[in-house]
């Protein structure tokens, strides 16, 4: 059983901090992730892909991605109350059933940044 | 790029009744597309996987001849509820993968979701 595991949070921060949201992933041929940022009642937005070891910044955001630990982390630098959220992290195992790609999501991690 | 969108938003029927949701990909062409069911405070749920020009495949539970999802061309997908009841009132969510056209790595992109109710 491929498995994608995410602290549910929620994560609470204050304004202007950074968060630190975690993934860990049990299938190690795993080879592409994924953060999705879901605002209540909306569906998932993809934020964040990374595909090698190391670090990925877009803005604000930095995704951190350690195959060897089997970890994936986003980073969140000067955190606004607008980015208060469920983060949902997603691995793509490589399955190639049928020809097609399945993304194995995490349970999410709820975000809230208090002013 | 990659916009999909879900028609209707949200939908209210009665029990017994079917209800067809469509999820289309507006700026690229789909072989696949995904079928999602969320409940309030819980993950998302993936319910089964549309191929174009073949048939869905579904995930262990679920009921295929409940859920009924046609994936006529590269752009449209629909997912039919029928007969439904109250416990399927959920948010329902699509997405579509551009590993067909664009991408290699399986990035998914998400409708806005719809949002059925069962009286």
């Known amino acids: 059983q491929k498995e994608v595991e995410q602290n549910s949070g929620p994560l609470s921060v204050p304004e202007g901090a950074i968060a630190s949201l975690n993934c860990t992933y049990s299938?190690?041929?795993?080879?592409?992730f994924f953060w999705y940022r879901q605002y209540s009642g909306k569906s998932p937005e993809l934020i964040m892909s990374i595909y090698s070891n190391g670090d990925k910044e877009d803005g604000r955001f930095t995704a951190q991605l350690n195959k060897a630990s089997q970890y994936v982390s986003l980073l969140i630098r000067d955190s606004q109350p607008s980015d208060s959220a469920t983060y949902l992290c997603?691995?793509?195992?490589?399955?190639?059933?049928?020809?097609?790609?399945?993304?194995?999501f995490g349970a999410g991690t709820r975000l809230a940044v208090h002013p | 790029g990659a916009v999909v969108s879900q028609h209707p938003s949200r939908v209210i029927c009665k029990s017994g009744t079917s209800v067809k949701i469509e999820c289309r990909s507006l700026?690229?062409?789909?072989?696949?597309m995904f079928w999602y069911r969320q409940f309030p405070k819980q993950s998302l749920m993936l319910m089964a996987t549309?191929?174009?020009?073949?048939?869905?495949?579904?995930e262990q539970g679920v009921e295929k001849d409940k859920f009924l999802i046609n994936h006529a061309s590269l752009t449209l997908s629909t997912l039919t509820v029928t007969s439904a009841h109250p416990e399927d009132s959920s948010f329902y969510i699509c997405?579509?993968?551009?590993?067909?056209?664009?991408?290699?790595?399986?990035?998914?992109?998400f409708g806005p979701g719809t949002r059925l109710t069962v009286l």
């Open positions: 997603a691995v793509n195992p490589n399955e190639f059933s049928g020809g097609y790609n399945k993304l194995i």
């Open positions: 549309s191929n174009e020009g073949s048939k869905a495949t579904y």
């Open positions: 997405s579509a993968d551009l590993t067909s056209g664009r991408s290699l790595y399986g990035e998914q992109f």
């Open positions: 700026d690229f062409q789909a072989t696949t």
């Open positions: 299938d190690r041929g795993s080879q592409s």
